[in-house]
């Protein structure tokens, strides 16, 4: 006697849990980056890739780490996927915005040339 399926097409699927996972060397050069940047200094990383293969799990994974680990440094995400952030002055205001309500930061020469 044939068994029958267990899932039809038709019905939905119960999702998995999702995981996270194999980004072990991304988060491991993130945080050298993160641990050996001198005071007063800056520096960018970008990972970049097709759609799909986990850079937004990525991203959302090495945020937790820098509130969990790295609290007294001052950071921002600008994800360019919104294509209004695509904008330049639309984008630095974004950020200016983000670092004012989150570290209390002042932009005056900013403002100043904003406004202009």
């Known amino acids: ?27 491991e050069v993130f945080e050298q980056a993160v641990s050996e940047l001198p005071a007063k200094e800056y520096e960018v990383l970008v990972y970049y890739g097709v759609g799909g293969i986990g850079k ?19 950071w921002a995400v600008l994800d360019l996927s919104n294509t209004t952030y695509r904008d330049v002055e ?10 004012k309500q989150k570290y209390a930061v002042q932009f005056p020469t900013f403002d100043l040339a904003y406004a202009i």
């Open 1 to 27: 006697m044939p068994i029958a399926p267990k899932y039809r097409l038709d019905e939905q699927r119960p999702e998995g849990p999702r995981q996270f996972t194999d980004r072990e060397k991304f988060i």
């Open 56 to 74: 937004t799990s990525l991203r959302i994974e090495l945020c937790r780490l820098l509130e969990e680990k790295h609290s007294q440094t001052m």
């Open 90 to 99: 639309t984008a630095l205001f974004w950020l200016r915005q983000k670092f």
